[in-house]
């Protein structure tokens, strides 16, 4: 197995690629080794000394490190973890992933086409660089996106959201006024 590594526009962040699909749909992110139990390769990759962050997208794993440990101390040891996954054919997920569904229910016409945007728009720019955009909301005329895996904490990550995702959106749909960070 060939693990290709990437870097982000976030430093403390690189992408590892598997050469194989990683997630089915969807994406999953990991905050802390906490939040990794549900996931055999997530506790892997949090076993390792400085890891603080794994995102999984469709075919990459994003995983993040403390400003104090050097990638290429790093790197020998997540690429060992990822692979050895794989090789074993362990779950990505365990059986319990039911916290990251969506919510029922209709959509508005407006939210409809801002989901829409993220979608074939955004989500494909985001996910080269690692990391997803979550839409968390929109209330009076104000768009709420959360950024996750690489894109969580990027020095670029502000100016993605107000220079690029918001003038995007605004051009499509006059009632969006403003788009903002959400946790």
């Not at 990391?131 to 909301?137: E, L, N, Q, T």
């Amino acid at each position: 197995m060939f693990i290709q590594t990437e870097s982000t526009p976030n430093p403390a962040t690189l992408k590892f690629l598997p050469g194989r699909s990683v997630m089915e749909e969807g994406t999953a992110d990991f905050a802390d080794a906490e939040a990794a139990k549900r996931s055999p390769l997530a506790k892997r990759l949090f076993a390792v000394d400085g890891v603080t962050g794994v995102f999984f997208g469709a075919d990459f794993v994003s995983v993040a490190k403390r400003d104090d440990k050097e990638w290429y101390v790093l790197k020998p040891a997540v690429l060992g973890a990822i692979m050895e996954h794989f090789t074993a054919g362990d779950p990505l997920l365990l059986a319990d992933d039911s916290a990251d569904a969506a919510p029922a229910g209709e959509d508005s016409e407006i939210v409809q086409t801002i989901k829409e945007l993220l979608d074939t728009r955004v989500r494909p720019a985001v996910a080269q660089d690692g990391g997803d955009i979550v839409f968390k909301g929109f209330e009076d005329g104000v768009v709420y996106l959360h950024m996750q895996g690489a894109c969580a904490g990027c020095p670029s990550s502000t100016a993605t959201l107000k220079m690029g995702i918001e003038n995007l959106l605004k051009h499509y749909i006059p009632e969006v006024a403003e788009v903002r960070a959400a946790m």
